[in-house]
């Protein structure tokens, strides 16, 4: 089956324009209601949280009346991180968790992300199921059967203590001046209280959001306030997290930012040391720098690359029993505490580090020297297939021909934007902008 709705993470896109809309959520809920129930009886429930985005009351509403209109009971935990749906699905014992959010993406769009009954994202053949499901049509249960919905208020301070948790016992940030960018999204309030209640000093920044600010000149995607935040203040550290908080860029006291790459290659030494890494081996995706490659392979551990998309590197470490992996992005998945990427538990385990070695983030942030990597959006509309294009196609293996033996090309469509990912890596600068240039030209020609 072609799948049209699921994307790399969930169904994405425009609030108010297909596939975003309200009909259509409440669709998926009604399918996924029906998917979720169909396999045993009882009481069914499903947790729902979303980010600060003004059409997640929307979305919120429509989801809410397709899964109680097949049985299904909906619990509200309001604007809560991403990973905390994760961690809430199976403690509340529901069958089903959901997440709205676009994440990274602007304030205009919007999304709807699955967690099964054990805290993990879908797998593609369950949400190619539901797609189904969406496109049969789904008949709702008899009125008598129909769910209810009411609203969890400490979803969100469940969160924080299991947050609070995977930061060393005893250990206390006392001292610490630290800047906290919220990306005006999901974890505006849990952040700041977390790092507050285990004694930091607390700088706030993209902490009011209003339906339509989120990620707006702030955030992992765009951290330049934060880091003249951390220089003006005089802070140790920045925290950059994005709309839904899985996400996470550190910013050093000089205000450089260290990106996904940088924070795994310092947790796998550490963890290798201390006999945590399992087998050794760090998971991340084709997107990770090849100087982090190198930095494994230099202390014997093992990099297992996938494709990109935090939920194919969670699936890859339940497959492989690996226990840390993430991306370059800034998704760092720790399954001994986490069923998904946070930005906000990875950043608590930099700011441990910085306790327990007294070094400065500057040091911890800067573990080996990237291989000179440039990356190329070109944005495109429905319907276009640009690297279907014979110039694309010819400007691509002419590039690859050109990078034989020097670097490395990866070409693809983004799972989550209409845009054409262009990237290479290469030693030799020059080259790298010719290549990427000759690419780029010709998919704009093509689109």
């Not at 070094?359 to 319907?383: C, D, I, M, W």
Request: aromatic share 4%; charged share 25%.
């Amino acid at each position: 089956m072609v799948r049209k709705l699921f994307g790399t993470d969930g169904v994405r896109g425009t609030a108010n324009t297909p596939p975003m809309t309200a009909q259509m959520a409440m669709a998926l809920g009604a399918a996924t209601g029906r998917y979720f129930r169909r396999e045993r009886g009882g009481v069914h429930r499903v947790v729902i949280g979303k980010d600060t985005r003004l059409s997640g009351y929307m979305f919120e509403n429509a989801l809410t009346a397709g899964l109680t209109s097949t049985g299904m009971n909906v619990l509200l935990l309001g604007p809560v991180p991403t990973p905390a749906v994760g961690l809430l699905t199976p403690s509340m014992r529901a069958d089903l968790g959901i997440m709205i959010s676009a994440s990274h993406n602007p304030s205009q769009d919007n999304g709807i992300k699955f967690f099964g009954p054990d805290g993990f994202k879908l797998s593609d053949e369950a949400e190619s199921e539901i797609e189904a499901l969406v496109e049969a049509g789904v008949e709702p249960s008899s009125a008598d059967q129909i769910g209810r919905a009411q609203r969890i208020d400490d979803g969100r301070y469940r969160y924080q203590e299991r947050v609070k948790s995977t930061f060393p016992a005893g250990m206390r940030l006392d001292g610490i001046k630290v800047v906290i960018d919220c990306a005006n999204g999901a974890a505006y309030r849990a952040a700041p209280d977390v790092l507050w209640e285990l004694g930091a000093e607390v700088i706030k920044i993209g902490v009011s959001p209003n339906g339509h600010n989120i990620n707006e000149d702030c955030g992992s995607t765009q951290p330049r306030t934060a880091a003249e935040t951390v220089v003006a203040h005089g802070a140790d550290v920045g925290i950059c997290l994005d709309g839904d908080a899985d996400r996470v860029m550190i910013i050093d006291e000089t205000g450089k930012v260290a990106d996904g790459d940088q924070i795994m290659a310092l947790m796998a030494a550490r963890w290798a040391e201390e006999g945590r890494l399992r087998d050794g081996t760090l998971v991340a995706t084709v997107m990770s720098n090849l100087g982090l490659e190198r930095f494994m392979h230099s202390r014997g551990l093992t990099l297992e690359r996938t494709n990109v998309g935090d939920r194919y590197v969670v699936e890859a470490m339940r497959h492989g029993g690996w226990n840390l992996g993430g991306e370059q992005s800034g998704h760092i998945v720790m399954t001994d505490y986490a069923t998904t990427g946070d930005g906000l538990m990875a950043g608590l385990q930099f700011l441990a580090e910085m306790i327990r070695t007294g070094q400065p983030a500057s040091h911890l942030a800067n573990n080996f020297e990237p291989v000179p990597q440039l990356l190329r959006n070109v944005r495109y509309t429905a319907g276009q297939a640009p690297l279907d294009a014979e110039n694309v196609k010819g400007a691509i293996a002419e590039a690859e021909v050109a990078l034989i033996g020097k670097g490395r090309l990866l070409i693809r469509k983004s799972g989550t934007e209409p845009l054409i990912r262009v990237m290479a890596e290469c030693e030799d600068e020059s080259l790298l902008e010719q290549v990427i240039d000759s690419i780029v030209a010709e998919v704009r020609a093509a689109v």
